[in-house]
């Protein structure tokens, strides 16, 4: 038609179908006009085309092998629309669109010409999608090709998809171009153009930038994240072949270790063959730096300057280290060559390099890297050297450094590898050739916390070696006097390895070794021989020096093979080997262990000693019927014992068998032990017997397990439940039914202990993730009495009820009793814990009139006596940290002392007191004995005492001095710290009580102390300031001896008045003698004496129970008589002193008109050995002269018998003379018994609990010899 025509210079056709089983064709419009006898081959400029592709159009890969064979290979459609018109040379695409299924597609409106001229090349390319499967595309072979058309690396391959959309307008001398390429690496967007000069050169300027681009995927490294950017660029090309370039920008993201480092400039120019300029800075809170510097590219090993400041870089916050770390330094460099062979110059630090973790600082003064050649004899060396303060290197070579580094790469491949491909090329290498290396670490801790945190070694550890690779002879040696990483430690630690006919030769040991803190191994070396797949190995260890002997003897054969589908199995075969263990010899058999990804065998393994044996035999598979069996026989449980806590015993024989199979599928599980005599912590637990299964229908171990004591299972404990391996759940119950207390004696014993019959009964619920169960249950605690150390209490508890959870144990309130049966108490709260570990207690005591204190005296106690108070008590924190609080009303018969000793010392050759006429008296405190803090760490407390009258407070100051017993009241706070530092605070008003005046045992008195007296406490019971008033009471002393006058015969009550104030420690004395109101005359002689003079009189009272005359008036005879008797008395006491066996003195004094004579003898005797002391004074005379009683005579006696050989418990029988004078006498007889005990531990937290120590003292059955 005229619509369609074909003639020899022309074919014109419309609305064209061609189809296919397989693809279908569709032209608007079908145009093609050339010169007559035009042949279709190569590329031809005359060919005028003017084609319209309808949408829809495809062709199938199959139809156009029909024409092109190699297409075969190749499956889908091809699919195009769109326009084409022109010629090869100026061609024009309208709405072209073209879909290569599964590879790529294009959509355009293009206009190019002059194609292929290059130089004259003109385009407007508008491509509004070019899509490629990156993947696809690199298995893609054009027809006739055996190789695919693109070779992709397989880094780009991953980036799957990627997409470009832009434009471009220009020639090949002057175009610009937009446009962008995305995908799911990210977004690059380039905007460009270029400008070419005829006579000079070619320029090309603009923006190049990049929108989180997935880096951490392009370079197969998952610490590098997203990369944001924005850099301008600019280069020229001149006909001289000479380059410039120049770039500026900046990285506005950048991700690394998931940490953005941000607004980082970068600019850098080019001058041909110089760098001459380099910059690149950060400036961020967490990091600040910059690095500056050149490159001089003229010649074939370039120059390099550079300087790096970093005045700060938070390497935590940067997530380069995991505690919080910084470090700053400034380093500069000056080298030649961009490797290892070709460095030479220096690295070094400008300022020194400070490193700071966890507030500790590392300062690195000096490193200083050194690359250098000297030449000797013709043979040139290469040195690189590191020096620094915590570790020097040094490297030295006569060849190429790279290339030996690369042939002992291929000498471990060779070694390793069974059929290694290796891909380094390594030129021939002299025989001559070597490589030397050796580190010396100066400074451990700073190494190995920089770049190994959790290892630790000693200084001067040393590693050196060699490698020679002409001769394939490598040597490599690490020494330490000690090495520890994480729990494992190891003294004179060495590694060794060398090699010899392509086999590496490794020893590692020390002279010992400790994996925890129970296993100790002495002499410990494992030796192995490695060649490709076969390892040759022996451990032994021999710890000679201990008295129990640990030793082993281990050897074997282990193969590594790699399977067609690359998975390794492992085959190991074990020598006859034997261990020692605590003396017990332990044998191995000649046993083989196999090993794969689907298998496991192991063949006929004994470890046997004597009668106790364990053997494992069998298969496990994928195979129904393989089966692993292993059977215990006699094991007993002490030989682990090594293995185990220090606190923790265990003793028992283990016999038994399990039995495995199918554990792919539907595995069968059947265990049946038991273990005899199970003891722990020397309790005995009877027969233990374990039974367990498996359940196909719930997928899970049923276990059932149960102690037997005695010959019945009546109240014994029992366990049973499931566990399901494919969940990791626990199902199990544990019903206790009569566990000793004391078997949890390790949780509880630093601060209370239980009577030995104490149980538990109740039950235990575990259910949930084995990792993290929830633990339930409730208990009772029965027959039971708690002693606390920190206050020497008993406490009676009939039944104690608690529950617990995960997190807690809760008690109910539960009544108890003290050991006397008065008084009650409520116990109640709760115990912290975190699965069982990390306990912490919160425990209240609700107490009335209840006995909440029983300390006994120490050398180191800050408080003892006996207490009874109301109130609250309230114990918590955890148990190497338990808080006393305390807030109580005390009650009847609590007496409570608080012993206080001097800081001042004094010569004790120095009397106590001194007597002068022109000073007044002085008093000096005892030397303090040696007071030590005593032990209460783990213990704190805060008592608050509101002390009523019905409490006897006793202040002890010193063992020779004064001590106070007082009643009254007041509020008074006793602390105690964890350091021992023991404090009160608070005001006690005395009512009444009893200062017991002491000087040096000379006189020992007992003054009544006023109402109104006060005691005060600010902290250090040293400190306490005193204000009491105390009288002491003397009954009929003569007025006479004061005025010397025959004719007063008065006699009257006088009071010796003493006022303390000021420092208990160091007070302040004022004494006063006070009269009856009606001798108003002989008080206004007293209170006009002198301080000394009134001191005198009132030490006169105490001692002699006279006064001395006062001053002036002389004594005549009465004082001749008394003088003369004196002296006689001194002189026959001297004589008596000579008799042996027998203590005896005298005593005269003379009479006078009221009084007569009055002698006494003294003896003092001990009998039995020292057993019995008799000690007394009989005489005659001093009654008044008018008194006509002729049997009046004068008599003390004291006789005290030991009881036992220690003296601590003593009969005492007496008469004594009367200080005051009383309707039944002049003397007190009296009959008593003493026990007497020392005591050295503060709360006795180191004593036992004893409820009846004078019935257990062995002293009490002593009898007298």
């Not at 019927?625 to 024989?653: C, E, R, T, W, Y």
């Not at 014993?749 to 538990?760: G, L, T």
């Not at 003397?1034 to 005025?1043: A, I, K, P, R």
Request: proline share 3%.
């Amino acid at each position: 038609t005229a619509s369609n025509l074909i003639t020899p210079d022309n074919i014109r056709i419309k609305d064209l179908n061609i189809e296919t089983d397989k693809s279908h064709f569709e032209f608007d419009s079908l145009n093609l006009k050339y010169p007559e006898r035009y042949y279709f081959s190569g590329y031809k400029t005359d060919l005028q085309t003017d084609v319209s592709f309808k949408t829809g159009s495809f062709i199938n890969y199959r139809d156009i092998s029909l024409f092109i064979q190699d297409t075969v290979k190749q499956n889908g459609n091809i699919y195009l629309s769109g326009n084409i018109n022109g010629k090869f040379n100026n061609i024009k695409l309208s709405n072209f669109y073209l879909n290569a299924e599964n590879i790529l597609s294009v959509k355009t409106n293009s206009h190019i010409k002059n194609f292929p001229n290059w130089k004259n090349l003109e385009f407007d390319m508008d491509i509004s999608e070019f899509k490629v499967n990156l993947k696809q595309i690199s298995d893609f072979i054009l027809p006739g090709k055996t190789d695919p058309l693109i070779i992709l690396p397989a880094v780009l391959q991953k980036i799957n998809i990627l997409t470009y959309q832009g434009k471009t307008i220009g020639n090949s001398s002057d175009f610009t171009s937009k446009g962008k390429i995305f995908g799911d690496f990210g977004k690059i967007t380039l905007d460009a153009s270029a400008q070419k000069d005829s006579a000079s050169y070619t320029s090309i300027s603009g923006k190049l930038s990049g929108e989180n681009i997935d880096l951490g995927t392009a370079i197969e490294n998952l610490n590098f994240g997203k990369l944001s950017f924005e850099q301008l660029f600019s280069f020229s090309y001149l006909k001289n072949k000479q380059l410039k370039a120049r770039t500026n920008g900046n990285i506005s993201s950048f991700i690394y270790k998931n940490h953005d480092y941000h607004n980082i400039d970068l600019f850098a120019s080019l001058d041909n063959k110089l760098i001459d300029s380099i910059n690149i800075k950060i400036n961020q809170p967490e990091l600040i730096t910059e690095i500056s510097g050149n490159a001089d590219l003229t010649e074939e090993i370039p120059k390099i300057h550079f300087l790096c400041n970093i005045p700060y870089a938070d390497l935590f916050t940067m997530k380069l280290r995991t505690k919080p770390s910084s470090l700053k330094t400034e380093l500069i460099g000056n080298f030649k060559g961009l490797n290892i062979d070709d460095f030479e110059g220096t690295v070094s630090l400008v300022k020194p390099l400070i490193y700071n973790e966890n507030n500790l600082e590392t300062k690195i003064s000096n490193l200083k890297l050194t690359g250098k050649y000297l030449t000797k004899d013709t043979v040139k060396t290469k040195f690189i050297s590191l020096k620094s303060d915590i570790v020097d290197a040094d490297l030295k070579s006569n060849g190429s450094i790279s290339k030996s580094i690369n042939s002992l790469n291929i000498l471990f491949q060779n070694i390793f590898i069974e059929n290694p491909r290796t891909t380094v090329s390594v030129k021939k290498i002299s025989e001559n050739d070597f490589l030397d290396f050796s580190i010396n670490i100066k400074k451990p801790n700073t190494l190995t916390k920089l770049l190994f945190p959790e290892a630790q070694i000693t200084k001067q550890s040393k590693i050196f070696g060699f490698y020679q690779p002409g001769t394939g002879k490598f040597n490599l040696s690490f020494n330490s006097e000690h090495l520890k990483y994480k729990n494992i430690s190891i003294t004179d630690f060495y590694f060794i390895s060398y090699t010899r006919e392509n086999k590496l030769y490794a020893g590692i040991g020390g002279s010992s070794v400790k994996p925890n803190k129970t296993v100790y191994l002495e002499n410990v070396n494992f030796g192995s021989e490695i060649k490709k797949d076969t390892l040759n190995f022996n451990l032994i260890w021999n710890n000679f020096k201990d008295s129990a002997n640990y030793s082993a003897d281990i050897s074997g054969i282990l193969t590594i093979h790699k399977k067609e589908n690359k998975k390794l199995s492992y085959n190991c075969k074990l020598s006859t080997s034997e261990i020692m263990l605590n003396d017990i010899l332990w044998k191995f058999n000649n046993a083989a262990v196999k090993i794969d990804s689907s298998h496991i065998n192991i063949s006929d393994l004994r470890i046997k000693h004597n009668d106790e044996e364990l053997y494992i035999d069998g298969n496990i598979s994928e195979y129904q019927g393989d089966m692993l069996f292993a059977v215990f026989k006699n094991l007993n449980l002490s030989n682990f014992q090594p293995l185990i806590s220090d606190h923790i015993s265990v003793n028992g024989k283990l016999s038994g068998f399990s039995t495995f199979a199918d554990l792919y599928k539907e595995p069968l599980v059947f265990t049946k032990d038991s273990i005899i005599d199970l003891n722990i912590n020397d309790m005995n637990f009877g027969n233990f017997y374990l039974k367990s299964f498996w359940d196909n229908s719930k997928n899970n171990i049923h276990a059932n397990a149960y102690n037997l004591k005695g010959k019945r299972r009546l109240m014994n404990d029992t366990i049973y439940g499931n566990y399901n391996p494919e969940s990791e759940t626990l199902n199990l119950t544990a019903d206790i039914r009569s566990l000793l207390l004391k078997t949890f004696k390790d949780y509880y014993r630093d601060f209370v202990e239980f009577n030995q019959s104490a149980f538990i009964t109740g039950k235990i619920n575990v259910n949930g993730k084995i990792n993290n169960p929830d633990i339930t249950g409730n208990f009772k605690l029965k027959q039971t009495t708690a002693y606390i150390k920190y206050l020497n209490t008993f406490n009676n508890i009939g039944e104690l009820v608690f529950s617990f959870d995960k997190k807690n144990i809760f008690i109910n309130k539960t009544k108890m009793l003290p050991r006397n049966g008065k008084g009650t108490a409520y116990i109640s709260g709760k115990i912290h814990h975190n699965n069982f570990s990390k306990f912490a207690l919160d425990i209240d005591i609700q107490a009335n009139n209840y006995e909440l204190l029983n300390i006994i005296p120490t050398d180191s106690s800050y408080y003892y006596g006996q207490a009874f108070a109301s109130g609250n008590i309230n114990f918590s924190g955890p148990l190497n940290d338990i808080f006393l609080d305390a807030n109580l009303n005390t009650e009847q018969n609590t007496n409570i002392f608080i012993p206080i000793s001097s800081d001042k010392t004094y010569n004790e050759e120095n009397s106590f007191l001194t007597f002068k006429t022109d000073t007044s008296i002085q008093f000096k405190n005892k030397k303090e004995t040696n007071f030590r803090k005593p032990d209460v760490s783990g213990f704190s407390m805060n008592m608050k005492l509101n002390v009523t009258p019905d409490a006897e407070i006793q202040i002890l100051p010193d063992e020779s001095s004064g001590d106070i017993y007082t009643q009254g009241n007041g509020g008074i706070n006793l602390t105690l710290d964890k350091t021992g530092d023991f404090n009160v605070f608070g005001t006690y008003n005395i009512s009444k009580g009893n200062y017991e005046f002491n000087i040096e045992n000379i006189i020992r008195k007992d003054f009544t102390i006023t109402d109104g007296s006060t005691i005060e406490w600010f902290g250090n019971p040293k400190d306490a300031v005193i204000n009491v008033n105390a009288a002491y009471i003397l009954n009929n002393v003569s007025l006479s001896d004061l005025t010397q006058n025959p004719e007063e015969i008065r006699r009257a009550q006088i009071s010796c008045i003493i006022n303390i104030t000021g420092k208990l420690l160091n007070p302040v004395f004022k004494l006063n003698v006070i009269f009856p109101d009606n001798l108003n005359e002989y008080s206004a002689k007293i209170n006009n004496l002198a301080e000394n003079e009134l001191n005198q009189q009132f030490l006169s009272l105490l001692l002699l129970g006279v006064f001395q005359p006062l001053p002036g008036i002389k004594q005549e005879n009465i004082a001749a008589t008394q003088v003369t008797g004196d002296i006689l008395s001194k002189q026959l006491n001297s004589f008596l002193k000579k008799i042996k066996y027998v203590d005896l003195n005298v005593d005269y004094k003379s009479g006078n008109t009221v009084y007569t004579d009055q002698y006494k003898v003294g003896i003092s005797k001990t009998l039995l050995n020292n057993r019995i002391e008799v000690k007394g004074n009989i005489g005659v005379g001093g009654q008044e002269t008018t008194q006509t009683d002729a049997t009046n005579y004068i008599g003390e006696f004291e006789l005290e018998g030991k009881l036992n050989k220690k003296g601590s418990i003593r009969a005492k029988v007496y008469n004594k003379a009367n200080d005051k004078i009383e309707n039944d006498g002049d003397y007190t007889q009296g009959l008593g018994f003493i026990w007497r005990r020392d005591f050295d531990y503060l709360f006795r937290r180191k004593t036992k609990l004893k409820t009846d120590t004078l019935k257990q003292d062995p002293e009490v059955n002593d009898s007298i010899k």
